[in-house]
């Protein structure tokens, strides 16, 4: 997932995901742990879907 960020240069961006990777590593050399999510969003139930249908009286007006 790209995202462009005119504010960031790129080799500002390499520095600090350089910085983030040294720091995970001496974390997980240090025995910390990184437990990984599912990036999987939830599904949605159905309830939770609008319908088209707002009451019985629109389904009457199609019909007319």
Same mark, same amino acid.
Not at 40 to 47: L, N
């Given at each position: 997932? /790209?995202? +462009? +960020? $005119? %504010? =960031? +240069? $790129?080799? %500002?961006? !390499? @520095?600090? @995901?350089?910085?983030?990777? !040294?720091? =995970? %590593? #001496?974390?997980?050399?240090? &025995?910390?742990?990184?437990? =990984?999510?599912?990036?999987? $969003? $939830?599904?949605?139930? /159905?309830? #939770?879907? &609008?319908? =088209?249908?707002?009451? !019985? *009286?629109?389904?009457? !007006?199609?019909? *007319?």
């Amino acid at each position: 997932m /790209a995202r +462009n +960020n $005119p %504010e =960031v +240069n $790129p080799g %500002e961006k !390499q @520095r600090m @995901r350089d910085q983030i990777r !040294q720091q =995970v %590593e #001496e974390f997980l050399h240090k &025995g910390g742990r990184i437990d =990984v999510m599912d990036r999987t $969003p $939830p599904r949605r139930q /159905a309830g #939770e879907r &609008g319908s =088209v249908w707002h009451g !019985q *009286d629109d389904f009457q !007006q199609l019909l *007319d």
